[in-house]
Structure formats: C-alpha cells, structure tokens
C-alpha cells in the first residue's frame, strides 16, 4: 500500500493512493498513519480489506497539500557514509561499524513544502536517502533477517545538511542536520510487501533540472536489514521510528571548487525507484 497525509500543516489527514492512482481518503477507516498504525495487524488489515473494496472516497488533488506521511514520529536515526561510491568522493574511508547520528522529528516538513536555507549558511547541501520505516518495537535482534522483519515501510528522505555547521563548527555533527525543515519526508509511505528488494532501488536528485545524484542502494556498505540489528543493540526502535540509511555520491560537497552549495531560488528534484518524488524550493530563513 501507499499510505499518505493530505491537508495544512498539522490538520493532515490520512489517505492511501491507489493501484489506478486516485487518492482516497482514508480518515473513515483510521485516525492517522503514525506508529500506532503500523504496529496494529488488525488496523492495517482494515485499511487493506477497504483500499481492495474500491469503496473509499476519492479526493480532489487539485490544490491538495500532501504532508508528511507519517505523523508523530518517534525518532529519526541517520546512518552517515553508507554508499561505498560517497565515502569515495568525501576522501573518507568506508567505515568498518554504522556511522550513527540523529535529526529530530520536527525537521520533518511535506515532500513539496518549502526548505529554510539557515541564516549565515554558506553550504547547504543535499541528499536523497532512503527512509526505513520500523513497524515492530526492536530490541537486541540477531541477524539482519530479523532486521527487515521489523520493517513497515519505506520512503523518501531528502537528508538536507549544512556542512560548515555540521564539520567546521566544532563537536557532533547535530548543527549541519537539524535546521528547521531539513528532513522532506514522503510523498508515501510504501509498505514492506511492495518493496521487492530494498538492496535494488535506484536513488536520482536534480538541482535545477541537472541531475547530481544517480545511484542505487546497492552500493550501501550496511544494507537495510543490517543497519536495523546494529541500530537495536545501542537502543530500542519502536514502531514508527525512521532511519535514514545514507545517500549515494553526488553530494555537492564532493564536487570540485566552487562547491555549488544551495542557496535560495534553488528547485531540488528527488525520487527513489517505486516511493515517489519530492521537489522543494529553497528560501532564506
């Protein structure tokens, strides 16, 4: 399924979009997609059984602001140099654990809503990143089969990052990634069973129409399953907790001199394989 959230900021709704593309209204069935959802099999049996009715109300998108499509985010989880072909072109060596970092969940926005270039930013970066989504409380697991097995969904990411904030300014790398709206998030919430294979998922990003970003998770160091077993020995995941399992080289940061870091008026285009595509408009804060 693709389960969405429509309407103003902070009044969403939820939606699901269907196998012909129409967007239903899902608010009949339950009270919001969020963690409690995905953690209840008799819920989502009942979201299911009404999407394969063909019963629910269709929406008018014309207009139609889609948000975030998980509310009442837990955690956000980032795993930093995941892409053998990133670590390459920032000069790092592959890391031989997880890098861990976090960005808080307000720094969550829509996928198509506006992205704040922080005040005496000089080098906002991008990067698309695929979203794990967890649906089961996770703790301790063993092996990276029981990894993917605590997975409810996937989405888009776009990990927006500051890198004089977050390398040059001293301490964790907490000041480039959590500036307000740097974590686009959406447009769906595509469940596990329509996710083949999460190792096989081309990742693109265009800034301004030119395309910077052309990779696959296939190139991840720590693949999906993996990153949630390691992520649950240093701490619980509970259901609708996220990870951002790391972008793909194509980072401005990698380019020569000058770095074409974002500035406002800048448009970012990003789309993963099966789960959507964003595009924001950047504008000073």
Same mark, same amino acid.
């Given at each position: 399924?693709?389960?969405?959230?429509?309407?103003?900021?902070?009044?969403e709704?939820?939606a699901?979009?269907?196998?012909?593309?129409v967007?239903?209204?899902?608010?009949?069935?339950?009270?919001d997609v969020d /963690?409690?959802?995905?953690?209840?099999?008799?819920? %989502? #049996?009942?979201?299911?059984a009404? $999407?394969?009715?063909?019963?629910? &109300?269709?929406?008018?998108?014309t207009?139609?602001?889609i948000?975030?499509?998980?509310?009442?985010?837990?955690k956000?989880?980032?795993?930093?140099?995941?892409y053998?072909?990133?670590?390459?072109?920032?000069?790092a060596?592959?890391p031989?654990?997880?890098?861990?970092f976090?960005?808080a969940?307000d720094?969550?926005v829509?996928p198509?809503?506006?992205?704040?270039?922080?005040r005496?930013?000089?080098?906002?970066?991008?990067?698309v990143?695929?979203?794990?989504v967890?649906?089961?409380?996770?703790?301790?697991l063993?092996?990276?089969?029981?990894?993917?097995?605590?997975?409810?969904g996937?989405?888009?990411?776009?990990?927006?990052?500051?890198?004089?904030?977050?390398?040059e300014?001293?301490?964790?790398?907490?000041? /480039?990634?959590?500036?307000?709206t740097?974590?686009? %998030? #959406?447009?769906?919430?595509?469940? $596990?069973?329509?996710?083949a294979d &999460?190792?096989?998922?081309?990742l693109?990003?265009?800034?301004?129409?030119?395309?910077?970003?052309?990779?696959?998770t296939?190139?991840?160091i720590f693949?999906?399953?993996e990153?949630v077993?390691y992520?649950?020995?240093?701490m619980t995941?509970?259901?609708?907790?996220v990870?951002?399992t790391g972008?793909?080289?194509?980072v401005?940061?990698?380019e020569p001199?000058?770095?074409p870091?974002?500035?406002?008026?800048?448009?970012?285009e990003l789309?993963?394989?099966?789960?959507g595509?964003?595009?924001q408009?950047?504008?000073?804060?």
């Open positions: 399924m693709k389960l969405l959230r429509v309407g103003t900021p902070g009044a709704r939820p699901l979009l269907d196998s012909e593309g967007l239903r209204d899902l608010s009949g069935v339950v009270p /963690g409690a959802l995905l953690a209840d099999d008799v819920a %989502l #049996g009942r979201v299911r009404a $999407a394969e009715s063909g019963e629910l &109300p269709a929406l008018d998108a207009g139609l602001r948000g975030p499509p998980l509310a009442r985010i837990g956000i989880v980032c795993i930093g140099l995941n053998h072909d990133h670590a390459r072109e920032t000069g060596e592959p031989a654990e997880p890098v861990v976090f960005k969940a720094t969550v829509g198509y809503d506006t992205v704040l270039v922080p005496r930013s000089v080098k906002t970066d991008w990067e990143e695929l979203a794990v967890i649906g089961r409380t996770a703790r301790y063993e092996s990276a089969q029981d990894g993917l097995a605590h997975v409810a996937y989405a888009v990411a776009h990990d927006v990052s500051e890198r004089e904030f977050q390398i300014r001293g301490g964790t790398w907490d000041k /480039g990634k959590n500036c307000e740097f974590n686009p %998030l #959406g447009p769906w919430l595509v469940t $596990a069973d329509e996710v &999460p190792q096989n998922l081309s693109k990003l265009w800034v301004n129409g030119e395309l910077k970003q052309d990779g696959t296939a190139e991840q693949p999906v399953g990153v077993r992520v649950s020995q240093f995941l509970y259901p609708g907790d990870i951002n972008t793909p080289a194509g401005a940061m990698g001199e000058p770095k870091y974002l500035r406002a008026g800048d448009v970012v789309e993963i394989e099966g789960l595509r964003q595009r408009s950047f504008k000073d804060a």
